[in-house]
């Protein structure tokens, strides 16, 4: 019996692995719905979940290497997101202020020569200092930060999935973290280190508030103005 046979006569079918990985589902519905509006319902996120699982378990092969968890991780999500999407919950307010948050950002980081200041982002678009901490609380509300939060297209994200030219997935993929890495240091300090608390040590905005001695709706301002620069540095990638 050749290797690939004796692994198809071991590998669970695809309903053993749907049901034995149903908690991943459930694990990442939790952890997505923490950085999503109360308006997006939990349920709504497993079932999308669900059928993404099934997905996975349909299209799933072993001999490629990635492990089922990893993979199906990947489809999971990837369902939440689209559902998100249809749904388009976040008001169309927030996306015009997200936009143009980003181009005062960009054009004041030109006039300068440097990352502008909150009074300097709020002055240029004419609104109080009060008023765009509000407005970066709302982006903060309707956004779900990774990947597509920057700008990156879909084909980025998806990499992984596509293994029809994985030396190319692999460089683009490498180029992009990069690229990523790069911007990211050039962030004002107190940004850097939010999302290097946030993402590598993956402290939530309570925790991250008492190691910066900010409240916990200033490190969510803080949060959505560093991704809002990002996208600015990495729309190269749109």
Do not use: C
């Not at 297209?153 to 998806?158: F, T």
């Not at 300090?189 to 608390?197: D, F, P, Q, T, V």
């Not at 949060?223 to 749109?238: D, F, G, I």
């Amino acid at each position: 019996m050749s290797r690939a046979s004796a692994y198809a006569s071991a590998a669970p079918s695809n309903d053993q692995l749907v049901v034995i990985h149903a908690g991943l589902v459930k694990k990442i519905a939790h952890h997505m719905k923490g950085r999503l509006p109360a308006n997006v319902l939990l349920d709504d996120l497993i079932q999308s979940g669900m059928i993404g699982l099934l997905e996975a378990a349909k299209n799933f092969d072993g001999t490629k290497g990635a492990s089922f968890e990893t993979f199906a991780g990947i489809r999971i999500r990837g369902a939440m997101l689209d559902e998100i999407r249809r749904g388009d919950w976040v008001p169309r307010s927030v996306h015009r202020n997200s936009r143009s948050v980003m181009k005062a950002i960009d054009e004041l980081q030109k006039e300068f020569g440097r990352d502008p200041k909150d009074h300097e982002i709020a002055e240029k678009l004419s609104i109080s200092l009060d008023e765009y901490a509000q407005m970066l609380n709302d982006i903060a509300s309707g956004k779900i930060i990774g990947f597509e939060d920057l700008g990156v297209s879909d084909d980025v994200i998806h990499l992984e999935t596509d293994h029809s030219d994985e030396s190319f997935s692999h460089t683009v993929s490498d180029r992009f973290q990069m690229a990523l890495s790069d911007a990211i240091k050039t962030l004002p300090e107190k940004e850097a280190l939010a999302l290097s608390l946030y993402y590598d040590e993956g402290l939530n905005l309570k925790e991250i508030g008492q190691v910066l001695s900010v409240s916990e709706s200033r490190v969510s301002q803080i949060h959505s103005q560093a991704m809002v620069r990002l996208k600015s540095r990495l729309n190269s990638w749109t």
